[in-house]
Structure formats: C-alpha cells, structure tokens
C-alpha cells in the first residue's frame, strides 16, 4: 500500500478513520487472484453458486447491524435508510442466487438442415467494478450479484469516502463464496484507473458522465457497463393525486436527494404552476434535515451543491429550516430547497444537482412540458403525475427514460431493469436482464452424421 487517506464523518466533519489507497501492486494482485479463482467459480454447477450466494445473503442478514453501523459512519444516512438498504442488498443476492440457475437463450435446434445448433452463456470472465459513495453497499450488490451469478470473479473498488461496508462484504464473501472470488481494492480515483487499465476482462461503473468517459477510453475495446446519472423530470399535472407533493418531497430527500434517479425537475402547466410551487415549499419545508434525511457526503460535494444554488438565476430560492443534530452542525448538512421562476438554461435544471433540491418549471401545454422533459442530456428516470392513468401511461411513453413511474417515483424491485440512455450511460442492472451485462453468448454448432431418414 502507498499511503492512507482520512475518512470523515459527514455528520460532523471531523476525522473517523484512515483507508488504505491501493496502488499498482496491489491492484494487480487482486486481478491475478481473481483470475486464478476464476476456473474454480465458474466451473461450478449453477446449483452450486446458487448455494454460496444464498449463504452470503445470509451471511449479510446475520451481520445486518455492522453492514448498517458502516454505510452510517460513511455516508451519514439515518438509522431507518440504513437498515432498509441492507435488507435490500441481501434480497439481491438471495435473488441472483435463483437467477444463477436460470438461461435465457436465442433459439436452438435444427436451424440448418442437418446441423443441431445450441446456444453457451459464458462469463465474461474478471470484472472490474466501481461503485460510488452515495449507496456504497447497495451499488456494490446491483454490481458484483449479477456478476458473480453469472459465474465471473470480481476485483470491487468503493468510493474513497465509503469503503468501510464493501470490506466487510468482501470478507464474507470469502466465507461463502471461496477466496478471491470477490477481491475488494480501497483507493481514490487513481486506485480505479488502475483497475479499469488491469488485466480485468470488463469494466462496470457507476458513477458521473465525465468519470464515465474517462472509464470508457481508459476500457478501450473492452466491455463497460456504465450508469452516469440523471436529471429526472416529475410531470405534474392539474389532476394530480393529492399525495403528490409529500411523495415528491419524500423522494427528492431520501438520501438527501443523492440518488441519480430521485426526482429533480418538476414540470407542470402554466395553469397550475403557482399551485404546485405552493404544494412542493410547504412539504419540502416539513423535512429536516438531521432529522427525516442526513448530511450531503463529502466536502467536494457540498461546495458543488452551494456552487449550482448560487449559479441559479431563479427569481425563488425557498429552503427549510436544516435541523442538523446536536453537535453536528459542522457536517455537510444542506436544507431541502425549492428553485422556482427559473429560466430553461439553468444550471440547477441542466446539470445533476445531486442533493435535496427540487426546481419547478412552467409549460403552456403536455407537448412543451414533455419537450422540457426531454430537453436534457441525461435520460434515467422520470415520473409523471396524474389521476388520468390513460394519459398518465401515454406520457410514460413518451419520456425519455429507462425507467417511468406513474404517481410515485423510486419504486424498485430486484425483479425489474433498472438503466439509462443518453448521458445517463448504457447497460441494465436489476431483474435477470442483467446476467446478460456479464455474459457472452457461444453458438455451438453440430454437423449431424445421420438424419432422422437413417434411425
């Protein structure tokens, strides 16, 4: 190891720790061990891998307080996240450990006559995995459950600021799955271009647009699964559901807003426009911050989020009162914000804010509201918001995202595909889709020596 670098509590701001920064010798010994490990893991039956991964889900449930002791002490998230991200984390595993066992497959038999044809799903063979700091634990399983399902060995590298809760994953996963077959390599950004420039077969990253880039060049020819981030648009129409302003707040602060498919942008009709501003600053106003969400989690992310609210020409800026704990309030504490009378350029509506701040912006009619919709580089997630589910799915459809909420946002389940198009990146996490991301289909072809004529 070169060195060490501090960790600090975003609760407060002080020093908690110190994390080792791994460099080229130990990236590349993680990789070789990986790779050594690689034959052994996915030599095994389907059967068999299910088995481990259900161990480790288990091992995560047993261990449920420490995984959730941790992703507190990195990120600041209240006890409740915590807790609810921890369990969702071994539901992944657990339900990989079932998708391990199942194959999705083009067609085979008899396609060209007198040849029997079939369809192999290999892995991949060492993926090299990234994750960022605001879900560290949760990010790392979307990742590395669907990998390793798939039958690939992993080398992980956490965030610099998080690294705490994938160690303690890594050191189960030894345990229930065989050594090195899930390597963690704690580091900064330079500890990840040393991994993405390793001798790893592909690279899966999430993370920002310009890290993504960065990965993508670095990857060369290689396969990348990249997840960059959003901008979402909330479509809110006259119609909809009272709930709809608490839904939203509750949304855009859970995590304090440092989700990439949270809400961000909320656009409705000119009709309606003062209404929803009202609706949105009173609800936004209920959250406190130290209270209903925790801190931003990093120093470098807190001067970004002052930087994008002071750039904004909005003619409103409504925040609640922050509420930080006793004896935090030197942590990366952000109050829940509202940004109205906002011009389309802005940079709070153009760029990913990533914190607990929502903009609200008017349109004349459905075809300029879903234009705004459509009207920047990131494509991830979006929700509209109506009591006509007619139209409610018809705008669904039209928006320009890979995942589409009508009256709620950030439901998500194990079972369905979670991506982005545009700047928000490419590939698929969640749902048995994502075997696919760490697979390489063979076709197998046969030159049959006697026909059904001869038997």
């Not at 009173?282 to 989690?297: E, I, M, T, V, W």
């Not at 009619?365 to 006509?388: C, E, F, H, I, M």
């Amino acid at each position: 190891m070169t060195g060490t670098s501090e960790l600090i509590d975003p609760r407060t701001g002080r020093v908690r720790g110190t994390a080792p920064l791994s460099r080229g010798p130990e990236v590349a010994a993680a990789v070789a061990d990986a790779r050594a490990a690689l034959p052994g893991w996915s030599g095994l039956t389907p059967k068999e891998r299910a088995r481990r991964l259900d161990r480790l889900a288990g091992l995560v449930e047993e261990h449920a307080q420490r995984y959730a002791a941790r992703e507190r002490a990195g990120t600041g998230k209240p006890e409740a996240e915590a807790a609810g991200e921890v369990e969702q984390v071994a539901d992944l595993f657990r339900f990989y450990a079932t998708a391990a066992r199942t194959r999705t497959a083009p067609a085979a038999g008899q396609l060209v006559p007198g040849h029997e044809s079939w369809v192999r799903w290999e892995p991949v063979g060492v993926v090299g995995v990234i994750v960022p700091w605001n879900y560290p634990l949760l990010m790392a399983a979307w990742r590395c459950a669907p990998a390793l399902a798939a039958g690939n060995t992993v080398v992980a590298k956490p965030a610099e600021t998080t690294p705490d809760s994938l160690e303690l994953l890594a050191a189960h996963a030894a345990e229930a799955l065989g050594a090195d077959v899930l390597r963690c390599v704690p580091g900064d950004r330079d500890t990840g271009r040393l991994l993405v420039a390793a001798d790893v077969d592909m690279v899966a990253f999430t993370g920002s647009g310009p890290a993504g880039a960065d990965v993508t060049a670095r990857a060369g020819i290689r396969r990348t699964s990249l997840e960059l981030g959003g901008n979402a648009p909330a479509l809110v129409l006259p119609d909809a559901p009272r709930d709809t302003y608490d839904a939203l707040a509750d949304a855009v602060t859970y995590n304090a807003g440092q989700s990439c498919a949270a809400p961000a942008r909320v656009i409705t009709l000119a009709e309606n426009y003062e209404e929803v501003v009202a609706g949105l600053a009173k609800a936004l106003g209920a959250r406190r911050a130290g209270q209903d969400f925790g801190p931003l989690n990093n120093a470098d992310q807190a001067a970004r989020y002052d930087a994008l609210v002071a750039a904004s020409a909005a003619g409103r800026s409504i925040a609640a009162e922050p509420a930080p704990a006793a004896g935090e309030e030197h942590g990366h504490w952000r109050a829940a914000r509202l940004l109205a009378d906002l011009p389309d350029d802005d940079p709070a509506v153009t760029e990913e804010v990533f914190g607990p701040l929502l903009t609200v912006q008017r349109a004349e009619d459905l075809a300029g509201a879903l234009a705004r919709a459509n009207g920047v580089p990131q494509a991830l997630a979006a929700s509209v918001w109506t009591t006509d589910l007619d139209r409610g799915l018809a705008l669904a459809g039209r928006l320009d995202a890979g995942e589409a909420w009508v009256n709620c946002h950030l439901v998500q389940t194990a079972e369905l595909p979670h991506g982005g198009r545009g700047a928000s990146g490419h590939g698929t996490d969640l749902s048995t889709l994502a075997l696919q991301e760490y697979q390489r289909p063979k076709t197998v072809t046969v030159r049959l020596t006697r026909g059904l004529d001869a038997l």
